[in-house]
């Protein structure tokens, strides 16, 4: 649709969009900031190479295709919806989120899971804890993370992260 438009910045999708095909904005270099409103399918590469800084996918959203936000080298915060259930390419929206949508957003610095916990006379699952990477990581098991980007968390505090937890939980 508007594959390798530079010179587009701002994207106001109406409330009648609701698939974005794959490849539809990728390569636009110049686009910085989008409104989703009621998308509900975000196919593969969406926005690839873009110069999108943050986004937030709506609780419409129920499909997000491999690679859609990768090579976002100014994305710095990301918010997942709950309501996502399936992905594009290998992985789901409880595993590698990173790699498999996010891969090469190099000043990504926050994401956010919106999870809903299940109430307590449901018999559906009930969440047990959250798992997050980046800069506190062990480092005896920091795997191919550079040991200069490990942060010790009693000296560099997650303050953020810690702020998030109660948020979080919906």
């Known amino acids: 649709a508007f594959r390798e438009s530079s010179g587009l910045t701002n994207v106001y999708l109406p409330h009648s969009v609701t698939k974005i ?3 539809a904005f990728s390569h636009c270099t110049g686009l910085t900031d989008i409104e989703l409103n009621e998308v509900t399918y975000i196919g593969n590469d969406a926005f690839y190479n873009t110069g999108l800084t943050e986004v937030a996918i ?3 959203v129920t499909y997000l295709g491999a690679e ?5 080298a100014s994305l710095k915060e990301i918010t997942l919806p ?9 992985g789901s929206y409880s595993y590698d989120y990173q790699g ?10 926050k994401v956010v899971l919106s999870i809903k916990r299940a ?14 990477e980046g ?13 200069e980007s490990i942060l ?7 303050e953020e992260l810690l702020d998030l937890w109660d948020k979080i939980l919906i």
């Open 82 to 90: 709950a309501t996502l259930s399936e992905s594009g390419g290998k």
């Open 100 to 109: 498999l949508w996010f891969e090469n957003c190099v000043s990504l610095k």
């Open 135 to 147: 800069p506190y990581l062990n480092i005896k098991y920091k795997g191919a993370q550079s040991p």
């Open 58 to 60: 709506p609780s419409t």
């Open 21 to 23: 095909d794959q490849y």
């Open 68 to 72: 859609a936000f990768c090579n976002c």
């Open 152 to 158: 010790n968390p009693k000296e560099n505090p997650p």
């Open 119 to 132: 109430s307590e006379d449901s018999k559906k699952a009930n969440i047990l804890g959250a798992h997050l």
